[in-house]
């Protein structure tokens, strides 16, 4: 049994709360980092974790849809997933630079 049902909410409304939440963590995020208080590696990093989260609760709010909707709620968490990866690839690749230059000087 899910911990969802335990506690009564179906598996839309987790998505949405949970989405809903990552969207506002990324937005103040984003607004930190133009203001300039987080260097690009940790915009990355949030920028993984929040696309990664907020596809699976896309996933989770897919219980509550049919047909067509159905699937282009899939096919967006699919790309934001994907997209999640592909931030997490730079993150990590950010991250060996910064130990590489942290050697050499």
């Known amino acids: 049994m899910s911990v969802p049902l335990i506690l009564g909410f179906s598996n839309a409304s987790t998505g949405a709360i949970l989405g809903g939440t990552w969207c506002v963590i990324l937005g103040v995020g984003l ?9 690009r590696r940790w915009l990355y990093r949030l920028l993984s974790l929040s696309l990664i989260w907020i596809s699976y ?4 709010i ?5 047909g067509i909707t159905d699937a282009v709620i899939v096919l967006l968490g699919v790309g934001l997933l994907l997209l999640g990866l592909v931030m ?3 993150w990590w690749q950010s991250r060996s630079d910064g130990e590489s230059q942290k050697t050499a000087g």
């Open 88 to 90: 997490g690839v730079r």
């Open 62 to 66: 897919t219980s509550a849809f049919e």
């Open 57 to 60: 609760s896309l996933f989770q």
């Open 31 to 39: 607004f930190r980092y133009r203001t300039g208080t987080y260097a």
